[in-house]
């Protein structure tokens, strides 16, 4: 069967059918989300003038750079604050909460896509995660540090290390074997992430007894230092705001309702305007539009603010706004019994809407508010796979313009656009104090990412084409990266053992360097100067 040409094989034809190509190309057009990019460049500018080409391709950036920066208010003022009460109402610790909540909510534009993909497996699967390895353990983690320098329970460091070595190991091991991969072999591999999260939550159950039964008995002095020790693992740096339902009013439930809606959606720090130099000012007349459309379009329980940052009438329109645009978007062409689903979903949400207007008020939030919390992280989730599908087209579509090869930029440009929230929410949470969560999740979500993208793909291939066995390969990067991978892990435990588990600034400027080196050797690759492993 004639083999479909990848969307880089628009530099071999004339520009007058590029045009064509790109609007007919399979690979071009998966490639592009709500804006097809390529079309523009390839079909509304003239790209025989190198002038003209480098002007849309500098466009492109900008607006990269302005889709990323949302991406980046969206994580740091909605999805890290959600993140934290999910994490506050399971009763979870940062390591625990970073395996399983953190991990699975960055990776769920990761699954979105698998799943809309019908879980096929790709040639360059084992290259995608690889490289997403790298990236997430090794630049991220080292940023991660940088920002915000910790001491880390050994324990946790170990077992984090040794399930991300193991998942990196194994799928190295068994993209080796000349016999191919039968189902036998794939399926270990997708319970090494299920694992993982059994294992943490059952270290967190443990912690927690061991704490429970030095606390109820007299204890030695050694019991007594190894509970003070024990405690902070399972405290969270979390400023609650404590919320006095003594003194709620009896008058008027709606008092200055439209108030509240505007002060919430449209705030502004003028004080900070007021004292700015004219490039803040122009930076924070800028961003004003993008946080009125995210307080529009987020819900948000922020228990560091007062009254959680409840607005009555705001609310009332998340209830009814968010699981229609979510249900018009991934289900908009299914319908039950002749009514599209999106309009069952705003029939059934406008009376739950109008039932909680009735029962809330303006000055105090709910009891149940907090509870909400799951709307607002999936209104989060959801956006950040919008955004992130916008920046993974644009580097795909800048990666085609700078006519690279498809495995360097799928080691680069597209790695980086796929990790671009993990990135982003990881930092955020370091700034905010959480950083063991965020350093964590650089062992976890990689694991997650083979889990979705080589684990499940590979056991539902291989069961379906049982009992013949499942030929993959590493390509031409993927053994060179993967070496590196673990070679960068060795020197992340040499970082910790040396430092005795303080993760020191020191730790991440190795960590940062290293993938800037690997970065070089990837350049070399792709100019040829020299060869990859195994070729």
Excluded at 406 to 422: G, I, K, P, R
């Amino acid at each position: 069967m004639k083999e479909v040409a990848t969307c880089s094989a628009i530099h071999d034809i004339s520009e007058s059918h590029q045009c064509r190509f790109v609007l007919s190309n399979p690979d071009c057009l998966s490639n592009m989300k709500l804006i097809n990019y390529l079309s523009w460049h390839y079909c509304k500018v003239d790209v025989r003038s190198s002038f003209n080409a480098f002007w849309s391709a500098l466009g492109m950036t900008l607006v990269l750079i302005y889709v990323f920066w949302m991406m980046q208010l969206a994580i740091h003022h909605y999805f890290c604050p959600t993140l934290k009460v999910v994490t506050d109402l399971f009763r979870l610790n940062e390591s625990t909460a970073g395996v399983t909540i953190l991990a699975i909510a960055n990776g769920s534009p990761d699954l979105f896509t698998a799943i809309a993909s019908n879980l096929q497996s790709s040639k360059y699967a084992f290259l995608t995660c690889m490289s997403q390895t790298m990236f997430l353990h090794i630049f991220v983690a080292g940023m991660v540090i940088l920002i915000k320098p910790f001491n880390i329970e050994p324990n946790y460091y170990l077992r984090d290390f040794g399930f991300l070595f193991l998942n990196t190991a194994y799928m190295d091991y068994i993209h080796k074997r000349p016999d191919g991969i039968s189902w036998v072999v794939a399926l270990p591999s997708a319970f090494i992430f299920l694992g993982f999260v059994v294992v943490a939550i059952i270290d967190q159950h443990l912690l927690t007894a061991r704490i429970r039964k030095l606390e109820s008995k007299r204890v030695t002095l050694i019991e007594a230092v190894q509970l003070e020790e024990l405690k902070p693992q399972t405290q969270l740096p979390l400023k609650r705001q404590e919320i006095d339902r003594t003194s709620i009013r009896q008058g008027n439930r709606n008092q200055d309702i439209f108030r509240q809606l505007w002060n919430t959606v449209a705030e502004f720090d003028m004080d900070r305007f007021r004292r700015g130099t004219v490039l803040v000012k122009v930076y924070l007349v800028v961003k004003q539009p993008i946080d009125m459309v995210l307080r529009t379009l987020i819900p948000v329980v922020d228990m560091e603010k007062p009254n959680y940052g409840w607005s009555k009438l705001l609310f009332n329109v998340h209830i009814i706004l968010v699981p229609t645009y979510i249900s018009y978007i991934i289900v908009s062409g299914y319908t039950i019994a002749g009514i599209a689903t999106y309009l069952i979903i705003l029939l059934i949400t406008v009376p739950i809407s109008i039932l909680v207007f009735f029962v809330t008020r303006t000055d105090t939030p709910p009891k149940f508010f907090r509870y909400t919390s799951g709307l607002g992280l999936m209104a989060t989730i959801f956006l950040i796979f919008c955004l992130t599908a916008e920046v993974n087209a644009m580097f795909f579509t800048l990666a085609i313009i700078t006519k690279v090869s498809q495995e360097f930029s799928l080691a680069t440009a597209v790695c980086w656009a796929l990790t671009s929230n993990d990135l982003v929410a990881n930092l955020s949470l370091a700034r905010q104090g959480w950083p063991r969560m965020a350093f964590t999740a650089t062992f976890s979500a990689p694991v997650f990412g083979s889990f979705v993208f080589l684990a499940l793909p590979l056991v539902l291939q291989s069961s379906v084409e049982a009992p013949s066995n499942v030929k993959v390969s590493e390509g031409k990067f993927g053994e060179t990266v993967c070496i590196f991978v673990e070679v960068g892990m060795c020197f992340s435990m040499l970082s910790a053992l040396t430092t005795n588990f303080k993760m020191r600034r020191a730790c991440g400027f190795l960590l940062v360097f290293y993938y800037l080196f690997f970065l070089g050797v990837l350049i070399l690759l792709e100019k040829g100067e020299i060869h990859a492993y195994g070729v």
